[in-house]
């Protein structure tokens, strides 16, 4: 087994995005895909890294620019979150964003394209969840301590069988919106679950976060359960 990265620039709306696939070279045959949607501060070693642990599963993953080429912020930034702010402010243009990257990934020839996934964390979740309200056909998605807020336009048909892993104690998504994301996912007819995780906070996945007393920390118990859920989540969506 060799995984390898190679970066794909893509245009959209006459605009470079700048993806990162990650597979295993060896291996023969389509396989599945899956998108994996960064958090605020857009694409990073630590979504490579995560990417080449879903990849060594038996999976092709493209870690998805929604920002644009070189549109990246960091922790230290007192602006973090402008580029995600552009797209939260526009739902519509974010619609646009999440679902450009599922044609990417369907288009590499290392993936069957009838068989593809998406993951994401924190805004990432969101794009997992945009990904799915705007009835775009991939077959389930996975969102780690995502955020809930829908749209403010209707849905399409949700085809995606979703799983949300959350943090009890998030307080970016507390309970009411957790309560209100599965009253809507019913609503739309989805094939949902959610794994509620007691005494975890936000970002329980990332291990650069420790703010406990913000309710914002790393869980090794919880990064551990989730990536399994994903794991067991993937086995029933492709055997």
């Known amino acids: 087994m060799a995984i390898v990265r190679q970066v794909l620039v893509q245009e959209q709306s006459g605009a470079p995005f700048e993806n990162v696939a990650v597979f295993d070279d060896a291996a023969e045959g389509p396989r599945p895909g899956v998108l ?25 993953v493209l870690v ?39 044609g990417w990934l369907k288009a590499l020839p290392q993936v069957d394209a009838a ?6 964390f924190c805004f990432g979740g969101k794009c997992v969840l945009d990904l799915a309200r705007s009835g775009a056909d991939f077959a389930g998605g996975v969102s780690f301590h995502g955020v809930y807020d829908a749209p403010p336009f209707p849905n399409a048909e ?3 069988k979703l799983l949300v892993c959350h943090g009890w104690d998030d307080p970016i998504a507390p309970p009411d919106a957790t309560v209100a994301l599965a009253k809507e996912l019913t609503q739309a007819g989805c094939d949902w679950q959610i794994h509620a995780y007691g005494h975890t906070g936000h970002a329980f996945t990332d291990k650069a976060v420790n703010m406990p007393e913000k309710r ?14 994903m794991r067991d989540f993937f086995a029933d969506l492709f055997g």
């Open 115 to 120: 068989r593809t996934a998406a993951i994401g």
């Open 64 to 102: 998805a620019d929604v920002y644009g080429q070189g549109k990246r912020t960091r922790r230290d930034d007192p602006d973090m979150g402008r580029y995600m702010a552009e797209l939260n402010d526009d739902r519509a243009l974010m619609r646009d964003r999440v679902n450009a990257p599922l």
């Open 216 to 229: 914002l920390a790393y869980s090794a118990d919880a990064d551990a359960r989730s990536f399994r859920s």
């Open 158 to 160: 949700i085809k995606a």
């Open 36 to 60: 994996l949607f960064p958090n605020i501060l857009g694409t990073k070693e630590s979504d490579f890294a995560y990417a080449e642990r879903v990849a060594a599963l038996g999976y092709v």
